[in-house]
Nanobody, 124 residues
Framework: QVQVVESGGGLVQPGGSLRLSCAASGTFVAIYTMGWYRQAPGKERELVAIISKTGFTNTADSVKGRFIISKDNTNNSVNLQMNSLKPEDTAVYYC??????????????????WGQGTQVTVSS
């Protein structure tokens, strides 16, 4: 069973900081990318930042210079350091995992996995 668990969300004032963490567990053969998406009320889910197994990153223009993504291969985790938070950053943040998984003795496949989401609220 694959599990993706986020933590670190909460309420913060504008200009403040939060650090999100995500840990993935399961019968992984390989994890290709991990990262974060977010969905604000009434809006579509959008990419925030992703990081590949080689360390390559892709960050949305709206958060460049403020958010930093990093990973820890030791425990299959990814972090998102969010600085200079703005009210428009308010959203549910979802951890994303792109992984090749051994689902049974004879079946392996590459699929996308999602965490349950963690709420980030930026409000004065």
């Amino acid at each position: 069973q694959v599990q993706v668990v986020e933590s670190g969300g909460g309420l913060v004032q504008p200009g403040g900081s939060l650090r999100l963490s995500c840990a993935a567990s399961g019968t992984f053969v390989a994890i290709y990318t991990m990262g974060w998406y977010r969905q604000a009320p009434g809006k579509e889910r959008e990419l925030v930042a992703i990081i590949s197994k080689t360390g390559f990153t892709n960050t949305a223009d709206s958060v460049k210079g403020r958010f930093i993504i990093s990973k820890d291969n030791t425990n299959n985790s990814v972090n998102l350091q969010m600085n200079s938070l703005k009210p428009e950053d308010t959203a549910v943040y979802y951890c994303y995992v792109d992984a090749f998984v051994a689902k049974s003795t004879y079946k392996q496949s590459r699929d996308d996995y999602w965490g349950q989401g963690t709420q980030v609220t930026v409000s004065s």
